[in-house]
């Protein structure tokens, strides 16, 4: 099963000139979501791995079911205000202006192993921030996994060069 084939682009969203790839299609296809949590599953199963951890909100439909399968705990990276605890936030730049991701201070122990989750990486600004985040409150990265990479807009790059092994399924060339 070619799970490319299952993402639907869309032109021009959300400014002209942007080609989003959108995984709604991929997630309602019972098969093809089901071939894309397992093709996880196998890579993963004989890492040492305490915790997946789900970049808001995507990274949460794709985390959620990987750590079930996996056996292990699942860790929501919230944006800004949306936990109910004591959180540890991280600030990352955007186009215009920044933005704030957090997790709960106790989501995990110092030295936990951390597999990070996410739909897409395109310039890696939120996988960093949720990195470094995740460094920051003790944990160790093990990988930072996504479904597509858009190798052009250089995420990849950027967390290969903070020392990050990273992993994709599919890769898109172009915006």
């Known amino acids: 099963m070619n799970i490319a084939d299952l993402i639907r682009t869309i032109p021009d969203y959300p400014k002209p000139g942007i080609m989003f790839r959108d995984i709604t299609t991929l997630l309602s296809h019972p098969e093809g979501f089901k071939h894309t949590i397992q093709l996880l599953v196998d890579r993963y199963q004989q890492h040492t791995i305490d915790f997946v951890a789900g970049i808001e909100a995507r990274g949460f ?9 996996l056996g292990k705990g699942f860790i929501p990276v919230r944006k800004s205000g949306k936990l ?5 936030s991280q600030s990352y730049e955007l186009e ?3 933005d704030k991701i ?10 936990s ?23 920051r409150s003790g944990g160790e990265i093990v990988e930072c996994c996504f479904i597509i990479d858009l190798p052009d807009l250089g995420g990849t790059k950027k967390l290969e060069a903070l020392g990050k092994s990273v992993f994709t399924l599919i890769e898109f060339e172009g915006d």
């Open 96 to 98: 215009y202006g920044t």
């Open 113 to 135: 192993k951390i597999l990070l989750v996410d739909d897409l990486i395109a310039t890696g600004g939120t996988a960093e921030a949720a990195a470094k985040l995740i460094e």
């Open 61 to 69: 439909i794709l985390g959620a079911p990987l750590a079930a399968s």
């Open 102 to 111: 957090e997790i709960h201070a106790d989501a995990f122990a110092v030295g």
């Open 84 to 88: 109910p605890g004591k959180t540890i």
